[in-house]
C-alpha cells in the first residue's frame, strides 16, 4: 500500500498520512516578523542585543534584507561594536548604493573608530547622494578640524548653518574653527549664538573664556569660567586658579 495511504490506530485515534503533511515550522516567524521584532526591541525597549540578534535571524533567512543589516549595524555601533557596524553599512550600501542613512552612519562609525579619512569619503558619498544634507557637512567640518583642514572645517559649518542645521553644536564647533584660523573674535559671536540656544551648553562658556582670554579681555574670560565653576563644572579650575583671584 503507499505509505500516503497508510493510516495508524493509537491511543484510539485515526492518524492518517495526511497528519504529517503540514510543516512542523507551520507557526515559525518569518523574516518581516523577525525584523519587527527587532525593529521594536531597537525602537521602543532600546534593547540593542536582542534587537541584533532578531536582525540576524531575519538576515538568516532572507539574506538580502537591506533593513535588517541597516538596524542591526545602527544596534552595534549604539553598543559600540562599530567595526561590525561598518561590515553591515556596507552590506547596505553594496546592495543600494544610494542609501543615505548607510552612508552617513558608516561615516559616523568610522570617525568613532578614528578613521577620518574615512569618515569623510562616506560623507562625501551622503552629500553626493543628498546635496542639501547639513548633518553630513556637519559632521564632515568635525573631521575636518581633526586632520586640521580648519579652512575646509570652516567651510563645512557654514554650509550646515545655511541649511539650518538643528543643533546648537555646530555653533560651538564653528567657533572653535575660527580660534583655530585665530579670528578669536568670531569665535567669541559663534559662542554667543550657542549660548543664546541653549544657556546650559557649558562648552560654549568654557571656550568662550579662552578665546576671550588670548584677546586680552581677562574679566569677561574670568566671568565665563566663574559661571562654570557655579555650575558644577571644574574644567576651568586651573585657569580660575591662576588668573581670577
Same mark, same amino acid.
Given at each position: ?46 534593547? %540593542? ?42 552590506k547596505v550600501l553594496k546592495m ?26 562616506? %560623507? ?118 591662576? %588668573?581670577?583671584?
Amino acid at each position: 500500500m503507499p505509505i500516503s495511504q497508510i493510516s495508524i490506530v493509537k491511543n484510539g485515534l485515526l492518524i492518517t498520512s495526511f497528519t504529517f503533511a503540514f510543516p512542523l515550522t507551520a507557526n515559525a516567524e518569518s523574516p518581516v516578523d523577525l525584523y519587527k521584532k527587532g525593529l521594536k526591541k531597537f525602537k521602543e525597549n532600546k534593547d %540593542y542585543e536582542g534587537a541584533i540578534e532578531d536582525f540576524t535571524k531575519a538576515i538568516n533567512m532572507r539574506f538580502s534584507y537591506l533593513d535588517a543589516y541597516y538596524y542591526r549595524g545602527v544596534s552595534k555601533a549604539r553598543l559600540g561594536n562599530y567595526e561590525s557596524a561598518i561590515a553591515d553599512y556596507t552590506k547596505v550600501l553594496k546592495m543600494n548604493k544610494w542609501d543615505n542613512g548607510a552612508a552617513l552612519n558608516r561615516g559616523r562609525a568610522k570617525f568613532s573608530i578614528g578613521d577620518y579619512e574615512g569618515a569623510i569619503k562616506d %560623507y562625501n558619498k551622503s552629500i553626493r547622494i543628498y546635496p542639501r544634507n547639513g548633518a553630513a557637512f556637519y559632521f564632515r567640518g568635525i573631521c575636518k578640524n581633526k586632520i586640521e583642514d580648519y579652512k575646509g572645517a570652516l567651510a563645512d559649518f557654514n554650509k550646515a548653518i545655511k541649511l539650518k542645521t538643528k543643533s546648537n553644536d555646530v555653533f560651538v564647533k564653528r567657533g572653535l574653527t575660527k580660534s583655530f584660523l585665530e579670528d578669536n573674535e568670531g569665535a567669541i559671536l559663534d559662542f554667543n549664538k550657542a549660548i543664546n540656544i541653549n544657556p546650559k551648553n557649558l562648552d560654549a562658556y568654557f571656550y568662550r573664556g579662552y578665546a576671550k582670554f588670548i584677546i586680552s579681555d581677562l574679566k569677561g574670560a574670568c566671568h565665563d569660567w566663574l559661571f562654570l565653576k557655579s555650575s558644577g563644572n571644574l574644567d576651568a579650575k586651573t585657569e580660575i586658579e591662576q %588668573y581670577c583671584n
